[in-house]
């Protein structure tokens, strides 16, 4: 039932013109298309400055253009910083530059991700290109942060909490019936996967990590931030090459119309978790902006640990 409500959303009772006026609120976000564009767009239009951490400055720059043609356009205009995190080291130099820059970080939207690259994609440290881009650089980069984020709460004696979002999906419910299969987590010299698990697993293993990350987030550091996770819905969007490429694909192309949604809809529920009043730690948004529930096992304490525990271990740039 939580896979049905969330693919067939009622129509939003929350719209990007109800984020509230943001004002003096300094917000970051991970990547620059589809939700993220939006994201960043909706957060301009009410006043924040924005912080874009992006891989390509010229893909942001091409973002600028639109945000200034757009219908209506926005006047305010968003700030770079490079940030690859598909890297140990960059992650950790991005979040120094934005502690330079700012005193305080009221809201990070961990938006940027990988969906499903060719088969045995990794990194140069030869982790799954999936798990580590979408959840060993988020948890690098939020980690690296926190002193910024917890100046909010400790500037307003506990009054205000800066906001940590997780970017999710309902992909997450097709991560290991383990939920985290730890062999799989590096790519074998020969370019297989641990177990054999397919890109399609893979993603949602690294879906259920972010969940996982956020929960333990919230865990330990609750008190002073406000961490949650969403699902932002299925969206229309390119899909990689080698996947448009694909029979299955093809065959299927006729149902997309029916079962997806404009990335402008895909972004409310990460603007909501970000922003909205009465949001809570460990809140799992899915579209459009409701409160829903992850598969059970991705907000264990154990599974949090156990990650929580890896990361500290393989992170180290």
């Known amino acids: 039932m939580e896979l049905l409500s969330e693919a067939f959303p009622p129509k939003p009772h929350w719209t990007a013109q109800d984020v509230p006026d943001m004002t003096g609120k300094v917000v970051a976000v991970t990547g620059y298309g589809g939700i993220g564009y939006y994201t960043i767009k909706a957060l301009l239009d009410r006043n924040a400055k924005v912080y874009v951490l992006g891989r ?52 990070l939207f961990c938006n940027a991700g990988v969906m499903v690259p060719p088969t045995g994609s990794k990194t140069d440290n030869g982790y799954d290109l999936q798990w580590q881009t979408n959840v ?20 307003s004696n506990g009054v205000n909490k800066a906001r940590i ?29 641990g177990n054999g698990l397919g890109n399609w697993v893979l993603y949602g293993q690294s879906k259920i990590g972010n969940i996982i990350v956020a929960e333990e987030l919230n865990r330990r550091y609750g008190d002073h931030l406000i961490s949650t996770s969403c699902n932002p819905g299925n969206l229309k969007t390119d899909l990689p ?16 119309p029916l079962v997806t949604y404009p990335a402008a ?53």
């Open 241 to 256: 090459r080698h996947l448009k490429q694909s029979f299955f694909v093809r065959l299927m192309g006729w149902v997309e």
């Open 165 to 193: 979002v997780h970017t999710s999906s309902s992909g997450h419910r097709f991560a290991p019936s383990k939920t985290i299969d730890w062999e799989s987590l590096k790519v074998k010299e020969d370019g297989s996967i």
């Open 56 to 107: 390509k400055e010229s893909l942001f720059d091409a973002a600028v253009e639109r945000l200034a043609s757009d219908s209506p356009p926005t006047t305010r205009k968003p700030l770079f910083i490079q940030c690859d995190l598909s890297s140990l080291q960059s992650p950790v130099k991005a979040a120094n530059e934005l502690k330079d820059k700012e005193p305080k970080l009221d809201a």
């Open 265 to 317: 809809l895909g972004a409310l529920t990460q603007l909501y978790l970000g922003t909205a009043p009465g949001v809570k730690g460990g809140d799992y948004g899915i579209p459009w902006a409701r409160i829903g529930k992850p598969r059970d096992d991705a907000i264990g304490e154990k599974v949090g640990k156990e990650v929580w525990d890896w990361l500290e271990r393989e992170c180290k740039a």
């Open 136 to 155: 060993m650089g988020h948890w690098i980069l939020a980690t690296n942060l926190l002193p910024i984020l917890l100046k909010v709460s400790e500037d």
